[in-house]
Nanobody, 126 residues
Framework: QVQLVESGGGLVPAGASLRLSCAAS????????MGWFRRAPGKEREFVAA????????RYADSVKGRFTIYRDNAKNTVYLEMDSLKSEDTAIYFC???????????????????WGQGTQVTVSS
């Protein structure tokens, strides 16, 4: 089993930056593809970004491309989401997720991930 804990959320003004962290325990995530998703108030959960096992490949939702960066430190068993130029529409609960296998398979659908954190709230004021 993999336990994931997100941190780094908060209330920030539009244009600010935040860095979210996803710390894993239980088992290594060093061989797993990882993803970030978010759920805004009244909306479905949506894909934000994903990264393969060694960080060489990434994928982003169009809405965050150029503003968000996903990266990882396998030595720390942690994945990060650097969020710049935040907008009010980025307000959501952000979730970290891990795939059980397929470390090179970067996926954008929530059902393709097996382990989830509890989420961290990001609120961007306009």
């Amino acid at each position: 089993q993999v336990q994931l804990v997100e941190s780094g959320g908060g209330l920030v003004p539009a244009g600010a930056s935040l860095r979210l962290s996803c710390a894993a325990s239980g088992r290594t995530i060093g061989n797993r593809a990882m993803g970030w998703f978010r759920r805004a108030p009244g909306k479905e959960r949506e894909f934000v970004a994903a990264i393969n096992w060694n960080g060489a490949s990434t994928r982003y939702a169009d809405s965050v491309k150029g503003r968000f960066t996903i990266y990882r430190d396998n030595a720390k068993n942690t994945v990060y989401l650097e969020m710049d130029s935040l907008k009010s529409e980025d307000t959501a609960i952000y979730f970290c997720a891990a795939r059980r296998g397929g470390g090179n398979e970067i996926r954008g659908q929530a059902y393709e991930y097996d382990y989830w954190g509890q989420g961290t709230q990001v609120t961007v004021s306009s």
